[in-house]
């Protein structure tokens, strides 16, 4: 018997579900949410207000995306002090560190609940919020990284029409312009939401020109008083050069100056992300206490990467470094027509019962995914010897060699989850969760020794929590589960286990905190714990059989986040404090780093948020912006340390009225005393990497209703 693929399940879930809609009898009316922000967060697969859930989680709307003027995740990041930059070249793509662990951006990103990949650049404009839940994910997802795992939810339909056009310029050239608008047909039966954006781009470094653009569509439509059906698909292109890090001069430090761009070769090119998203969902009510819903979801990326990059000095004997002088070898990197495919569907029932005398609150449901990523031979090279210098930047001659193989992957998971919320009395309810999951993986490389690898594994996570209210507005909790990630030895003759998987590497966190929430205020506290197994070389691995995969040893991570805000009158403010500590222990295959903190992880992490109303100028509110993070290790052994750095940004708001519709004017000063300060220190493929933090930028922005 053939598989069911995903796209084929999707169809005759929605075609049977739809012909229900047509025959299901009369039933009392339910509330399903389209619009506005919501009590909960759908990234936690509970559906109870986040002030209930044993979780942490963090939630930024998008009045807070677009009074910081992002247009990146990374952008975000300064809303939390769990997250921080992990290899965030500009004009690429972003990566996170959360709870000091990098996080997968194949496994753990989501989009309205779904699987994506992020490997490419999300855009925010027509998101209505992005969720992030921190530490373990393995109810949520069947492998990801430990750390978080983030939730795209796109703007829906509104309850009455809405017309409204944003523009922003900033210093370094930038001009957005963008409309959002929404209204009802069919006696507010069926609603649609329309966002439409183009973008000039100029970073602050030369070279960097480019574009962007978005086209988004939401729908609904309510085909019976207990049936609602969702849409909502999404074209988007973003072409621009990145810049890549710099890195140590021997010994010492180089400039922490943004405008440095070794990638400005007359031949250099920009990066083009090409995305279509979209995703179906039908919801359809059974009775007033239970619902079923039938999702489908698709993504489909393209991207032409191209990087004039540094790696190391061949000239004093080292890839880790430029050299001293500041020289360094240049490659010339092209890989075209990469394509990442994404289809699910998911189907979960949600209800509540009684049984043994208590409330339960049960979901369940089965989600079938499937990731295709295929390419075509790649330009890397350095030959004949190209040589540049981070002082003079020469121009070399390219060399568009096309011989370095791709490796091409196909993976299928089916994952099978089921949650229950029992309620024992008003104060004590305790959470329990389990996902069992199968997957399917093969990879091969487009040209030369084929380095096939086609294994599947299963594995079980569970997740157990606990909260008692111990005032009407103050929850503890306490919570314990795991997270999954899949390892296979790769398929060279090197390995003496090749092509074999790993064991399931099989994360474990337990979690401890306090909640409270009122109508003016709100602050949260607690401890977390994750052990994390990782992967390693054992060998010389040099020669055939010369090296073996195995798990070697662990990554702990502990650590307390604080957080809170409160509105006082004419003044607001919110701030988030991490303190973290970290360590590698039990490595075989590198025993000197055991014990050591991992590199790029700080151990304090505060963000910060103020704003105050002028009681003398109406409609002016002044609002500020810090962030500040502590030292982190350059090199594996500690021995270079990057001092801590601290950024302020300041912003005016000024809400009039423009021909009779509200009207919102902001002036924000990015990094106000135009600090210079390095950012992040990833150190990946035996290489340092430097990343310079943004100099003072000036953006204007308008939003107006029209």
Known sequence: MAPIRPTTFAVATLLATLAHAQTAPTLPAVTITTSGAAPVADVTGFDAPLRDTPASVTVIDSARIAEAGARTLSDLYRFDSSVSDAYNAAGYYDYASVRGFVIDNTYNYRREGLPISGETSLPLDHLERVELLKGTSGIQAGTSAPGGLFNLVVKRPTATPQRVFRT????NGNAL?????????AEGDM??????LGERLNGEAPGTEGKRGLLALAMDARLSRDSLLEGEFELSRRAQRSVPGLSLLGPNLPPADPKLNINHQPWSQPVDFRNFSGSLRFTQAINSQWNWQAQVGTQVLKTDDFLAYPFGCEAEGTYQRYCSNGDFDLYDFRSLNEWRRTTSAQWRINGELQAGGVQHKVSAGVLLSRFAL???DQADNNYPPMTGNLYTLPAVAPFPVFSDPFTNRTERTTEFFATDVIRWNEALHTWLGLRHT???????RTSGDPRATDYSQSFTTPWMAATWRLAPTLTAYASWGQGVESEVAPGRSRYTNQGEPLPALKSRQWELGLKSETDRAQWNVNYFHITRPVAGDLGT?????TCTRLIDGDAQHHGMELGGGRRIGAWAYDASLTWLGAER???IVNSAINGLRPTNVPRWILRANLSHRLASLPGVTLGAHLSHEGTRAVLPDQSLVLPSWTRVDASVRYDTRLGGQPTTWTLAIDNLFDRRYFQEAPYQY????LFPGAGRTLRVALDTRF
């Open 374 to 376: 295929r390419g075509q």
């Open 585 to 587: 222990r039990g490595s």
């Open 541 to 545: 691995c040099g020669g055939a059989g």
């Open 438 to 444: 199968r997957l399917e993986r093969q990879t091969i």
């Open 191 to 196: 609603g649609w939401r329309l966002n439409v």
């Open 168 to 171: 922003e310029v900033n210093s």
């Open 177 to 185: 312009a963008h409309v959002d608008i929404s209204g009802r047909v």
């Open 686 to 689: 035996e290489h340092i990497y």
